[in-house]
């Protein structure tokens, strides 16, 4: 089990990670012929991903930022209310970084970061699940603008949503989240 509070978790590595309490993974099927790809993004016969009752899809969102940009570059987004985001790529490539802040979680203290996106490959589509009220972020690391798309189990509601300043956090390090230590540990990552 790796321990480096800052290791990136790809779907290839993924087995050798403590990953936080409800984190799913659902690996995408890419189906490629001579006229490209067609990836099949959420389906209701996906159980670990969809739900009618508990994990339902309410809605679908994409955005896409800029290489070297962090959305919340100082700060965690989170939903108290329970919304659940079920995060892929469609171009470039990023970073999750998902903390576990729930006291009542067997995965409290945990930090994930999950390098998502087109430098892996096929194995770099996934959805990745991001559980209830953990504070999370992201980071675009290619070189070229990353297209997130979302399928939360909620509607997007603006009260609901809120902020937490990584100063406000500590890891288990006894130190803020670091973008910086992040860069770091995908720079030593990629040189592999």
């Known amino acids: 089990m790796n321990t480096n509070l800052y290791s990136i978790i790809t779907l290839k590595n993924k087995d050798?990670?403590?990953?936080?309490?409800?984190?799913?993974?659902?690996?995408?099927?890419?189906?490629?012929?001579?006229?490209?790809?067609?990836?099949?993004?959420?389906?209701?016969?996906?159980?670990?991903?969809?739900?009618?009752?508990?994990?339902?899809?309410?809605?679908?969102?994409?955005?896409?930022?800029?290489?070297?940009?962090a959305r919340d570059i100082d700060s965690w987004h989170f939903h108290p209310g329970g919304q659940q985001d079920r995060f892929g790529i469609i171009s470039g490539d990023i970073i999750v970084a998902i903390y576990d802040n729930r006291k009542d979680s067997k995965t409290y203290q945990t930090l994930n970061l999950f390098l998502m996106g087109?430098?892996?490959?096929?194995?770099?589509?996934?959805?990745?699940?991001?559980?209830?009220?953990?504070?999370?972020?992201?980071?675009?690391?290619?070189?070229?603008?990353?297209?997130?798309?979302?399928?939360?189990?909620?509607?997007?509601?603006?009260?609901e949503e809120q902020r937490i300043f990584f100063k406000d956090v500590n890891l288990p390090d006894g130190q803020p989240f670091s973008w910086d230590q992040v860069k770091t540990s995908y720079s030593q990552f990629t040189s592999i």
């Open 16 to 69: 050798k990670h403590k990953l936080i309490h409800d984190v799913v993974i659902r690996p995408l099927k890419v189906n490629r012929d001579p006229r490209g790809t067609l990836t099949e993004a959420l389906k209701i016969t996906w159980k670990d991903i969809y739900s009618k009752k508990e994990l339902p899809f309410t809605q679908m969102y994409f955005s896409t930022t800029d290489p070297g940009v």
């Open 118 to 159: 087109q430098s892996q490959g096929d194995e770099g589509q996934y959805l990745l699940m991001v559980p209830p009220q953990t504070l999370h972020c992201f980071l675009v690391v290619s070189p070229t603008p990353a297209t997130l798309i979302n399928f939360p189990n909620r509607l997007y509601d603006s009260d």
